[in-house]
């Protein structure tokens, strides 16, 4: 129900822009976020809107990263600006915790050089 895209390979400083493409309504409506996973760690919370646009972000992204939603089309972006390599990682979305409201998606991969 949620296919998400956008990821690659970037040099650090560099810029990609994921999409979050979800099947069912309720996407458009309920709070969602996106996180990542890097190898060997445990999942977390990047960023996160509300249906009325309120945004939160990990300090770790503030100022750098930028999540919105296009309610017609279903789809959720995160913006990444001033890639680090720390940000590497498979990016994920979905539902705001602590309850996911979709399965998880296959996610997409962002790969950040130094």
């Known amino acids: 129900q949620l296919v998400e895209s956008g990821g690659g390979w970037v040099q650090a400083g560099g810029s990609l822009r994921l999409s979050c493409a979800a099947s069912?309504?309720?996407?458009?409506?309920?709070?969602m976020a996106w996180y990542r996973q890097a190898p060997g760690k445990q999942r977390e919370l990047v960023a996160s809107i509300e249906g009325i646009g309120n945004t939160d972000y990990a300090d770790s992204v503030k100022g750098r990263f930028t999540i919105s939603r296009d309610s017609a089309k279903k789809t959720v972006y995160l913006h990444m600006n001033s890639l680090k390599p720390e940000d590497t990682a498979a990016y994920y979305c979905n539902s705001r915790g602590p309850t996911y409201v979709f399965p998880w998606g296959q996610g997409t991969q962002v790969t950040v050089s130094s």
């Open positions: 069912v309504s309720a996407a458009s409506i309920v709070p």
